[in-house]
Structure formats: C-alpha cells, structure tokens
C-alpha cells in the first residue's frame, strides 16, 4: 500500500455536472434511437391513435438531444471562457508536431503495454485529449447537426430546418443522413469502453484515483510504501 503525498482539485464542480450529465445523455439517446431504428416491443392493442409507445421513446430522445446540447454548448463556453486551466483548450495542440512527439508516443505504448512505467499528467494526457477531442467534440457536433436536421424535417420552415437543413441535400436525401447517423452512434460506445479501459489502468497503475476524481474532483499522487 502506498501513502497519498499529494492531493490536486483537477475537476471544478461544472466540469463534474457536464460529465455526468452527458454520460447519462448519451446513454439515454443510443437506448432510445437504437430502439427508434428497430422497435423490438409489441404496439399496444387498439387504434393506433391511441398507442402512444413510440411516441414516447421519441420524446425521451428528443428531450435528451436538448439537455446533450444545452450541455455541449455550456462545456464549449466553459473550454474557451471559463477561469479552470484545467478544462480549457489551451494545451491541446494537435497541429503542432512537438504535441506528436515523446509524450504522446509514451502514453500510446504505456496504454498498449508496450512499456511499464506510466506516464503521469494531472488532467488530460495528449492520448485522452485527442480521444475526446475526436468522439466527444467533433463526434457530439456531427451528431448535434445532423440529429437538428432530422428533427426539422417535422417542421419545414422551423429553426432546426432553416439552420441544419442543408445537411439532408449534402448526405443525398433523409435516408443516407439517417443512416450515417445511426451509424455514429456506434462510435460512442466504442469511445466509453476505451474511456473506461483507460480510467480504471490509471486507477490500478498509477493509483491517481482518477474515478473518484470526478466525483470529489481531487486526484491524488501516491508514494510507494517500501518493500
């Protein structure tokens, strides 16, 4: 057992809400447009009128696709404007080439099992910021406009069709969009079981407690007790 010699406040309240608030999103919007896409329950008996069991995996999606914006968006200003070095994009340089260089390749490895010491950042290290960078900003954005687009086709001449409804013409029609759509969803729980395979390594290798981090908000540098 190791003793903590060092206790850092990483992740500000905000950053916690937004996480959680989003990881429940996500997974109230794959449940339910997975089950829009194929509907696997039986329509209730009666008029169809009547039957409102669609209706309301639609509106849970729909409801959860707002909260999911309203969230990116509270993210994004808290990234650019918020007074948290620790949230903010400053550090995540992809178009300079010293941001490929040794730190990224030793958190690559280390995650591969290519090497045995770990590599220690105190928030994001440069693999987990081009991970979110990849399926949480520019993922939550593809699917943000296109999901905005599909829901104006509802009401032509509306907000979400006059601003995003140029994405159905570029896709080739209602359908491809959809399907790409659909398709995109998938990458996300592609993204959480990396995201979760990384979180509980740190937690076991280098025992930074990033797991309790973002609940507490406190990760924790700890001294090896001598054999």
Same mark, same amino acid.
């Given at each position: 057992m190791g003793r903590i010699i060092e206790e850092i406040y990483v992740w500000r309240l905000p950053v916690r809400f937004y996480h959680w608030i989003n990881a429940l999103c996500i997974v109230a919007l794959f449940v339910t447009g997975m089950y829009i896409a194929a509907p696997v329950l039986s329509p209730a008996p009666g008029e169809a009128v009547w039957s409102k069991g669609m209706g309301w995996w639609r509106y849970i999606h729909f409801s959860a696709a707002f909260l999911f914006i309203a969230n990116f968006l509270f993210r994004l200003y808290w990234a650019l404007f918020g007074d948290d070095k620790y949230a903010r994009f400053a550090g995540f340089r992809p178009w300079s080439p010293t941001w490929w260089g040794k730190p990224f390749r030793e958190q690559l490895e280390s995650y591969l099992f290519l090497r045995s010491d770990e590599p220690n950042y105190v928030a994001h290290n440069p693999v987990a910021a081009l991970a979110n960078f990849v399926f949480i900003f520019c993922g939550s954005t593809f699917m &943000?406009?296109?999901?905005?687009?599909?829901?104006?086709?509802?009401?032509?001449?509306? /907000?979400?069709?006059?601003? /995003?409804?140029?994405? &159905?013409?570029? /896709?080739?029609g209602s359908y491809t969009l959809h399907f790409v759509h659909h398709l995109f969803a998938w990458t996300f729980p592609f993204y959480v079981i990396m995201h979760l395979y990384a979180v509980f390594r740190h937690d076991v290798v280098d025992r930074s407690s990033v797991t309790s981090s973002m609940i507490t908000g406190y990760k924790h540098k700890v001294e090896e007790a001598p054999e």
């Open positions: &943000i406009f296109s999901g905005l687009a599909m829901y104006g086709e509802n009401n032509p001449g509306g /907000f979400s069709n006059v601003w /995003f409804g140029w994405l &159905i013409p570029l /896709f080739g």
